[in-house]
């Protein structure tokens, strides 16, 4: 093993439906920084809109360590899965080093902005004026959630819409905690962060730190089970599946004030009807529902 390389990047061209499986399966075996690139030139991350719908290049990158080839044959064998049933062609790897890896996403990730309010910097931009938004802290990492997919972006677009200064919200499968995050610099005085993964809670209490909202979001490792229903918040976010969503829908009242709102992201458009019926099953209707790509997002209220 040639001691100056140090990273693997593997890439894989797919299908835009396959972006998020792809996504979470270099997440699960990766280190958490991976980049979407659109053929024609198109950069998701500088919040341009795609002018077709093609191949998309998903990359990620992996340590190169002791057990990168254990994480480079499960993320293989993960990608054959995938091509049994989808347009996607096979696993390209390449050796890089430290400077190329850190040039390689750098270059895919930049400032955006998200409705009227919300900036979202990495840090290592240090000349970007934000004007009258409130600038988020955050880097690519190990945890889902930089703003940059399209379940993140409807969420924070609806959060905007939906906080009520001094609220309290909870935020399920919270990922990096971009959107606690938010709600707390949007106006929110506590927020709960629950997420299954420890590693995403890891990254969710640093970047909360890196935010200076500490005082407002405390997170925690577990899942609505987890939590009584003695406090309840004016504010749910579910940015999680279509069947995780249909699973706690029932359960969601329990934890909801009155007059109350919940936002349910990361449901395929395709299953848009399938969830509005369990929606109005579990005694809910729809306050709102907007569209991205292949994505749709709901606001929900009693």
Request: glycine share 10%.
């Amino acid at each position: 093993m040639n001691p100056d390389i140090t990273w693997i990047e593997l890439s894989v061209k797919t299908h835009s439906e396959f972006v998020e499986p792809i996504s979470e399966l270099f997440s699960t075996y990766g280190d958490g920084n991976n980049v979407v690139e659109i053929e024609g030139g198109y950069n998701p991350d500088e919040g341009e809109i795609p002018p077709y719908q093609g191949w998309v290049t998903v990359k990620t990158y992996i340590p190169k360590d002791s057990t990168y080839l254990k994480k480079q044959g499960a993320i293989q064998a993960g990608i054959e899965l995938f091509r049994l049933v989808g347009q996607i062609q096979s696993l390209k790897c390449k050796e890089l080093y430290e400077t190329e890896w850190r040039q390689a996403y750098k270059k895919h990730i930049g400032p955006i902005t998200i409705g009227k309010r919300i900036a979202i910097v990495p840090s290592w931009v240090n000349d970007y004026n934000p004007g009258c938004r409130f600038v988020i802290k955050l880097d690519p990492g190990l945890a889902f959630g930089t703003g940059h997919h399209p379940t993140t972006k409807m969420c924070l677009e609806l959060v905007e819409n939906l906080i009520e200064p001094g609220s309290t919200v909870l935020d399920l499968g919270c990922g990096s905690a971009i959107l606690s995050i938010a709600a707390a610099k949007l106006g929110a005085k506590q927020v709960t962060a629950l997420d299954i993964d420890p590693q995403a809670i890891r990254a969710a209490e640093q970047n909360v730190i890196d935010n200076d909202v500490g005082g407002i979001v405390n997170s925690y490792l577990g899942s609505l089970n987890d939590i009584g229903v003695q406090k309840k918040c004016q504010l749910l976010i579910a940015n999680i599946s279509s069947k995780v969503i249909i699973d706690i829908l029932p359960k969601i009242s329990a934890h909801l004030d009155s007059g109350g709102k919940a936002i349910l992201s990361g449901i395929v458009v395709d299953r848009k009807k399938v969830i509005e019926g369990h929606i109005r099953d579990a005694g809910f209707q729809v306050h709102n529902d907007i569209i991205s790509e292949d994505w749709v997002c709901f606001s929900v209220y009693k």
